[in-house]
């Protein structure tokens, strides 16, 4: 129990750590860290409410070993993390099996999960993909607390033949590299790729001049025609029938009722550990402040443990008392918004929240003040997605970018993300990374503009304006 609890202190350390700087914001591994506890929060709630130390391990293990069983990426994290807390898990976790490819609804053989980029599997992947005639459908380049990700997916003509229904859906090539030392890329140039895996590291090269270079990388597929290929059949000629079970683990088990408010308690953190990662969306990087929650949340797993740990008699007071500490903590601002969420539960009235405070109106004779534009900003995030087919209708083409703007004097700066449909012209070297730059933009952002950083590292231009103000 002292395990689960210390690893939800520590995905709230990480992903404080991750958003502390909005220059260095690191994305993913807010979303990684809070995406833990989409399945895993009730069950810890659960194990820290049981009466008998006993029966509290035994549902905490029955957690840990369900957490662990997701993928090894997160018994991986798992065994980082709980070192860090001064655990060794190891011990308490069965032996990992080894990886099976699964089959879908149909009984066909899927894609294996990413591996990693070596010329062994490319020039597997050669026979049954033409990479010469591929095409750019996205590219991400982002950063990662002091390092650079990138994630490139490829649209590629299949060489082997498929239903005609299959032929609807283009086969995309995903390539996620990590720790990018190189990076250009422009948008008028995205035909054609190579995949080159070298001794120092992963190469990729995008029409004539586009080239991403990284220390590591991992690839998959996404084709639902996968199993026609060479590499599908001779896949499909190891690989056990699709029965009705799956390898995974059963969920841990659902008894042990909570008290009405202990299960408050574990609404309101799942609630904000679903908040923190919808920054997987980069525009919720502007709205959702995950420092100040992290903040609030800060010792979580030790203090639910504490309270799950008092005496019958009282446990429900230890609960009431930790969803109070929290909301005095968070201030008014964020005790409303706690107390919207404990509504669905009927004990949103263990929060004193107050009414939303009443602007008075500015004198008549005052005159707005117009915020200065700024002149620099830091790139976090350079994103450009191909048009492609949407739902009931077709996306146009798009580019979005991740910015950190400074804020007043003293103050931490601040993350803002814009976009904008169709750009006429998208170009980006590493260099645009290299901190904060000089910030140049022409036009108006309801219409034709442009934005440059760092001397035209970055340069966007759009005839139809953007998704909001860079300001």
């Not at 820290?48 to 006993?54: D, E, G, K, W």
């Not at 609804?105 to 010329?119: D, E, F, K, N, S």
């Not at 010469?132 to 299949?158: D, K, N």
């Not at 012209?425 to 022409?442: C, H, K, M, N, S």
């Amino acid at each position: 129990m002292a395990v689960l609890a210390a690893l939800l202190d520590r995905s709230v350390v990480q992903i404080a750590e991750a958003a502390a700087d909005a220059r260095r914001y690191d994305r993913e591994a807010i979303r990684a860290a809070s995406d833990v506890w989409d399945n895993n929060l009730f069950p810890l709630f659960r194990a820290a409410h049981s009466a008998h130390a006993h029966k509290r391990e035994r549902r905490a293990l029955a957690a840990l070993e369900w957490m662990a069983g997701i993928s090894e990426r997160r018994r991986g994290w798992m065994t980082e993390q709980a070192a860090v807390a001064g655990y060794d898990i190891g011990p308490l976790l069965p032996s990992a099996g080894p990886y099976v490819p699964g089959r879908n609804y149909r009984g066909h053989v899927m894609a294996p999960l990413p591996q990693a980029v070596t010329g062994r599997r490319v020039e597997e992947l050669l026979p049954d993909y033409d990479l010469s005639a591929a095409e750019v459908s996205h590219l991400r380049v982002e950063r990662a607390g002091r390092e650079l990700t990138a994630q490139l997916q490829l649209a590629v003509p299949r060489k082997f033949a498929v239903e005609q229904s299959e032929a609807a859906d283009p086969a995309l090539l995903n390539v996620a590299l990590d720790r990018v030392t190189e990076a250009a890329f422009d948008l008028s140039d995205t035909r054609g790729a190579v995949l080159d895996p070298r001794s120092d590291g992963i190469a990729v090269s995008v029409g004539a001049n586009g080239r991403l270079r990284a220390e590591a990388a991992e690839f998959w597929c996404h084709d639902r025609a996968w199993y026609r290929s060479a590499a599908g059949r001779r896949a499909d000629a190891v690989t056990p029938p699709r029965g009705d079970r799956s390898g995974r683990l059963n969920p841990p088990p659902g008894d042990g009722k909570l008290g009405a408010d202990a299960q408050a308690a574990a609404v309101l953190l799942r609630h904000v550990m679903w908040e923190i990662r919808s920054v997987r969306y980069p525009g919720e990087a502007d709205r959702v402040p995950v420092r100040d929650l992290c903040r609030v949340f800060a010792g979580a797993g030790a203090a639910v443990l504490a309270a799950g740990s008092a005496p019958r008699a009282d446990r429900e007071a230890a609960f009431r008392d930790l969803i109070r500490a929290w909301a005095d903590r968070g201030g008014p601002v964020l005790a409303r918004t706690f107390a919207g969420i404990l509504r669905s539960t009927g004990r949103d009235d263990l929060i004193e929240a107050g009414e939303d405070p009443v602007r008075a109106p500015s004198p008549l004779t005052a005159t707005p003040r117009t915020p200065e534009p700024p002149r620099r900003a830091a790139l976090v995030m350079a994103a450009w997605t191909a048009a492609r087919a949407g739902y009931r209708t077709e996306q146009p083409a798009e580019a979005q970018l991740q910015l950190a703007l400074p804020a007043g004097p003293g103050e931490p700066w601040r993350p803002r993300t814009v976009s904008c449909a169709e750009p006429r012209a998208f170009r980006l070297a590493v260099a645009a990374f290299q901190g904060p730059g000089a910030l140049a933009r022409t036009g108006k952002a309801t219409g034709p503009s442009s934005l440059d950083l760092h001397q035209g590292a970055l340069y966007v231009a759009t005839e139809e304006g953007w998704s909001a103000a860079v300001g």
